[in-house]
């Protein structure tokens, strides 16, 4: 019997890179873990690869982009399991080209699934974590929300977005038992950023003093931390994960 199996946590977008080693890394912690996905497809096949290395997380399918969807998932959790205690924000994508040649489409998909995601969700978990008086707002941003990267203007908007988001709505739950913050991962060995040409990629590479990409099971040791009860004072934060790659 652990003292974190009556906890529920709520990953977004888990079945991505950085998703994948959240769920893993919270199951070890001995919390429930509830992976939400997109795409049905994708989902069957990743769980049946958790399942093989004995992780079964509960599965709910909802696109965070969309206020209602994200409402009726959370409505069938708290019936069917429980109150969301943790929320991790990780759903995030890509659409990197440069400015001049970006549409409206392109704007609208990164900031609605990256940013509006994240107060969809925070919407609908918010009341009954400050009515129980406990809660972890745990939101991916990213290295670039903080410094420049050519072709990313809408992923750095909506991930920036994220600061200022974080930052406030931690202000205003700090007395109800609830802490909000930021993790900026640098570049990830994930298949997003493996989808940047090689070429960019090495010169993005030698640009992190650490000369390596980072793991996922890095950040995912991050996520532990802050949802965890050791970091209860931790609140409003931004923490950088980056090899050295942007230090402030
Ligand atoms: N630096 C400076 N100039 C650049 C450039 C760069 N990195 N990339 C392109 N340009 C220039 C080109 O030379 C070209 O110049 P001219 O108009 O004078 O000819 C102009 O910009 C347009 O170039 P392209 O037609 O190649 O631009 P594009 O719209 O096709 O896209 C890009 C360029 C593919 C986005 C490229 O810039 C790129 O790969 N950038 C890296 C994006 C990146 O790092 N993404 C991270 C993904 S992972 C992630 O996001 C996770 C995380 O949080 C870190």
């Given at each position: 019997m652990t003292q974190t199996e009556h906890i529920?946590?709520?990953?977004?977008?888990?079945?991505?890179?950085?998703?994948?080693?959240?769920?893993?890394?919270?199951?070890?912690?001995?919390?429930?873990?509830?992976?939400?996905?997109?795409?049905?497809?994708?989902?069957?096949?990743?769980?049946?690869?958790?399942?093989?290395?004995?992780?079964?997380?509960?599965m709910y399918q909802a696109d965070v982009a969309d206020y209602e969807e994200v409402g009726k998932m959370v409505e069938k959790i708290h019936n069917e399991i429980g109150v969301i205690?943790?929320?991790?924000?990780?759903?995030?994508?890509?659409?990197?080209?440069?400015?001049?040649?970006?549409?409206?489409?392109?704007?609208?998909?990164?900031?609605?699934?990256?940013?509006?995601?994240?107060?969809?969700?925070?919407?609908?978990?918010?009341?009954?974590?400050?009515?129980?008086?406990?809660?972890?707002?745990?939101?991916?941003?990213?290295?670039?929300?903080?410094?420049?990267?050519?072709?990313?203007v809408n992923y750095a908007a909506a991930k920036a977005g994220m600061h200022g988001f974080t930052k406030t709505l931690a202000v205003e739950v700090a007395r109800k038992g609830i802490t909000v913050n930021t993790i900026s991962p640098g570049y990830i060995a994930t298949d997003m950023v493996l989808a940047v040409a090689e070429e960019v990629r090495e010169q993005i590479i030698k640009g992190i003093p650490m000369g390596r990409?980072?793991?996922?099971?890095?950040?995912?040791?991050?996520?532990?931390?802050?949802?965890?009860?050791?970091?209860?004072f931790i609140t409003g934060a931004n923490y950088a994960i980056n090899g050295g790659q942007h230090v402030y």
């Amino acid at each position: 019997m652990t003292q974190t199996e009556h906890i529920v946590a709520l990953v977004t977008g888990a079945t991505g890179g950085l998703g994948t080693h959240m769920v893993k890394r919270l199951i070890h912690d001995g919390y429930r873990v509830i992976a939400n996905y997109r795409s049905p497809q994708k989902a069957e096949e990743w769980f049946a690869e958790m399942k093989k290395e004995g992780y079964e997380p509960y599965m709910y399918q909802a696109d965070v982009a969309d206020y209602e969807e994200v409402g009726k998932m959370v409505e069938k959790i708290h019936n069917e399991i429980g109150v969301i205690d943790i929320l991790v924000n990780n759903a995030g994508i890509t659409r990197d080209m440069a400015f001049r040649k970006m549409g409206p489409e392109s704007w609208d998909i990164v900031m609605k699934t990256n940013l509006y995601s994240v107060f969809n969700c925070c919407s609908h978990v918010i009341g009954p974590m400050v009515d129980q008086l406990y809660g972890r707002i745990i939101n991916i941003s990213s290295v670039n929300a903080q410094r420049a990267q050519f072709g990313q203007v809408n992923y750095a908007a909506a991930k920036a977005g994220m600061h200022g988001f974080t930052k406030t709505l931690a202000v205003e739950v700090a007395r109800k038992g609830i802490t909000v913050n930021t993790i900026s991962p640098g570049y990830i060995a994930t298949d997003m950023v493996l989808a940047v040409a090689e070429e960019v990629r090495e010169q993005i590479i030698k640009g992190i003093p650490m000369g390596r990409l980072g793991g996922t099971d890095e950040i995912a040791h991050l996520v532990s931390f802050l949802a965890s009860e050791e970091a209860a004072f931790i609140t409003g934060a931004n923490y950088a994960i980056n090899g050295g790659q942007h230090v402030y």
